[in-house]
């Protein structure tokens, strides 16, 4: 395998059929096996070790289930459906495991299933600059700029170790924003968060604002402001994250999931049910396409409709 098919392997990687949801399921999971093989020198993992970190990786930064089950074993739909070009997957005799095996914990833990990243593609990514392209690749092409940090974190990774498009094939970079979109939309919302009307100037230039896509840009969402939020740097984390979410008539909703125990915590709370502010006169709302987009891909517990 060359260091092309490499890359060209995970810019591929199959997504589960989850109707029209986005399932981040893979990608997760080869960016824990990243880490784990930045720490170790190895890949190597039984689904047992594998369950908790990686289901909750999938279940804080892909879509919600309403299922509690389903939610404590996501890591079996990519441990068995990872494409085999890339994953070694075998029972506790050695034996393969096919991608037809259940896609339930119980089943794999009772088969000792654990499984590696290829050799030859461990020997690839012992390379810094290709491991950088390939961490790269996978969180621009599946998600936004402001979890990246947090999802390094949990999966183990340095984000120092890979700058900005680091090694990644021209045809695989994040398509880059077009020029004047942010400031475009900071103006639509005269320079205040839509959501808690925060709008801090050191002097004459704003600080903590942010434009932030409804529609994430990975995931070709346009630059338009129609699509966009002006938003202070805390919203906007919490607004890509899914804690915070909006109804078609514009209310603000706040995931059931989410807790706090201070006041400056329960200021979130106070957001639910407020109606996000209103652009300038003469420029677009939301479109109502990509609130939806939201609820269904981002928010947590979709489609919650308490007031």
């Known amino acids: 395998m060359t260091r092309e098919a490499l890359m060209s392997a995970l810019a591929a990687l199959r997504r589960a059929q989850m109707g029209s949801r986005r399932a981040p399921h893979k990608p997760l999971l080869m960016l824990w096996l990243l880490g784990r093989f930045a720490a170790s020198g190895s890949?190597?993992?039984?689904?047992?070790?594998?369950?908790?970190?990686?289901?909750?990786?999938?279940?804080?930064?892909?879509?919600?289930?309403?299922?509690?089950?389903?939610?404590?074993?996501?890591?079996?739909?990519?441990?068995?459906?990872?494409?085999?070009?890339?994953?070694?997957l075998r029972d506790r005799d050695g034996a393969p495991i096919g991608a037809d095996a259940p896609e339930r914990g119980a089943p794999l833990r009772a088969r000792g299933a654990h499984g590696r990243l290829r050799q030859e593609v461990e020997t690839l990514l012992a390379d810094p600059e290709t491991f950088a392209a390939a961490a790269r690749l996978?969180?621009?092409?599946?998600?936004?700029?402001?979890?990246?940090?947090?999802?390094?974190?949990?999966?183990?990774?340095?984000?120092?170790?890979?700058?900005?498009?680091?090694?990644?094939?021209?045809?695989?970079?994040?398509?880059?924003?077009?020029?004047?979109?942010?400031?475009?939309?900071?103006?639509?919302?005269?320079?205040?968060?839509?959501?808690?009307?925060?709008?801090?100037?050191?002097?004459?230039?704003?600080?903590?604002?942010?434009?932030?896509?409804v529609r994430w840009h990975s995931q070709d969402g346009p630059d338009e402001v129609r699509n966009g939020l002006a938003l202070c740097a805390l919203h906007h984390a919490l607004f890509d994250i899914g804690v915070l979410g909006l109804l078609p008539d514009l209310r603000i909703q706040v995931?059931?999931?989410?807790?706090?125990?201070t006041r400056a915590g329960h200021a979130v709370d106070a957001l639910h049910g407020q109606r996000v502010a209103e652009p300038r006169p003469g420029k677009p709302g939301i479109a109502e396409e990509f609130v939806l987009w939201h609820g269904r891909q981002v928010f947590k517990r979709p489609g919650t409709q308490a007031a």
């Not at 009307?197 to 896509?213: K, M, S, T, Y």
């Open 43 to 88: 890949s190597a993992v039984s689904y047992d070790e594998a369950e908790e970190p990686v289901s909750r990786l999938i279940n804080d930064f892909g879509p919600a289930v309403t299922s509690p089950s389903r939610a404590r074993e996501r890591a079996a739909m990519p441990f068995v459906h990872l494409e085999r070009g890339l994953w070694d």
């Open 138 to 213: 996978l969180l621009e092409q599946h998600f936004t700029p402001a979890l990246e940090a947090p999802i390094c974190d949990a999966a183990g990774l340095d984000p120092a170790v890979f700058g900005e498009g680091a090694g990644v094939p021209a045809d695989r970079k994040r398509r880059a924003r077009r020029a004047g979109f942010a400031e475009e939309v900071l103006r639509a919302y005269a320079y205040s968060c839509a959501f808690c009307g925060f709008d801090g100037a050191l002097g004459r230039n704003p600080v903590g604002l942010e434009a932030a896509h």
């Open 255 to 261: 995931s059931p999931l989410y807790v706090a125990r």
